[in-house]
Every structure is written in C-alpha cells, then in structure tokens.
C-alpha cells in the first residue's frame, strides 16, 4: 500500500492542491475515488462518520492520521518533507494570509462559478453567476498585481502558497468560458513558472474521473 491516500475527484481544484504537493515533494502516494457527481458520496452518512465529517475532498490518510482542508494538508506536508515550506515567521504567516484569501476568495469562488456554470444542472442562476464573476475578476486582478514583481506569491521561492492557488487555474478556458491566463499576464508567466517545476502534473492527469461520465 502507498505511504499517502488521498481522497479526491479529477475535477476538484480543492483536492488538486493536496494532489500536486504530494507529487511536487516526490511522495508515495495514491488516488482514493471519490463520486462527487453521480453518487454525491461525500454527503452520505458513510462518508461523513469515517472519512471526513466536513462532507469534502481532499482527505489525505497517512498511519492513523486523517487530515482535511487543503491548506492544513499542505502545511502538515511541507513541515513534514521541508519542501515548499515557508521560511520563519514572516514567510509563514504571509502563506497563510494568502492560503486563506485564495481559500476564500480566488479558488473560493472560481471553483463554485465553474461548477454552476459547468457541471451543475440546472445550470446556476445567471444572478449568481454574475455576481462570482465580478468577485473573481476583481481577485484575480489582485494576484496578479502581486505577481508583478515577484517570481513566486512569496518570493523568488515557490512554497505552499503557490501550490494553494494554483488549485483551479489549469483546467481548460472553456471550463469557465473565459481565459484566466489570456486576461492576467503575470498569472500566466506564474502558472508557466509551476508547470516548469519537477512533478508537476494537470489535474486530469493526477486524479481519477475524467472524462467526467454523468450517467
Ligand atoms: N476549503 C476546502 C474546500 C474543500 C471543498 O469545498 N471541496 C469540494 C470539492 S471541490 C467538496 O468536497 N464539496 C462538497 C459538497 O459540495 O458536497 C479545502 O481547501 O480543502
């Protein structure tokens, strides 16, 4: 049996950050199929007793350890492996401040957009989705600014910040039904910098589900 487990869906920008880092750092690890779409099966009882009662992907499984939320995976991850870990204080509460904005409001929001836009049916209210867009544009606009004058969210370093947001800005335009990279230059070079480094896979490649089957 693989070192990690890692429960998880090809179409989830969530569970793609666990998914990459656990590549990036050279792991050995393997996929844990979960049917979000079809069978809903991380909102069943099942799911929620044993593997995570938050009803979410990613769970890594490690021994006895369980752990969910991206961003505690990845930190757990780093301190474990030393690799894309924050150095000191500054740089490790700077990783968290934009783990949770990208939680929040980058990743937060484009991947609610392009699951209404996308895969939901009905598809979402235009109302809403609207209302996402406008959220997303304006905090996308803001990681790029930021990425104007660095290689890296931190510096000339990549570390689990990057790896965070990443998380849904690979999958294909059409997905969205706008360009990310088209319309934020310095999130392009960014993402052109990430798929440069050693283990770096697409999310369609790293986790199970696709072509995304609804019948
Ligand atoms: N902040 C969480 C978000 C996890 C999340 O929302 N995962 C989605 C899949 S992309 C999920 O499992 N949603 C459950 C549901 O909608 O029922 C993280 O980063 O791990």
Redesign the pocket.
Known sequence: MAEYQLYC?A?????Y??ALMLNLIGADWTPVF?D?FVK?E??SPEYRANINE?????VLVHQDRKL??????LTWLAERSGKYLPQGDEERLEAMRWIIFD?QKV??FL?PYR?LRTFARPPGDPKVLAFLKGRIDGNLAIVDRRLASRSFVLGERPTIADI?LT?YLYYPAEEFGFDIAAEHRNIAAWLGRMKALPGWAHPYDLMPGHPLRLD
């Open positions: 869906f179409q989830s920008g969530n569970a950050r666990a979960v979000f809903g991380q909102r938050m009803g979410e992907v990613p969910t939320q991206s961003g505690v995976i939680n990743n937060g991947g699951f965070s998380a």
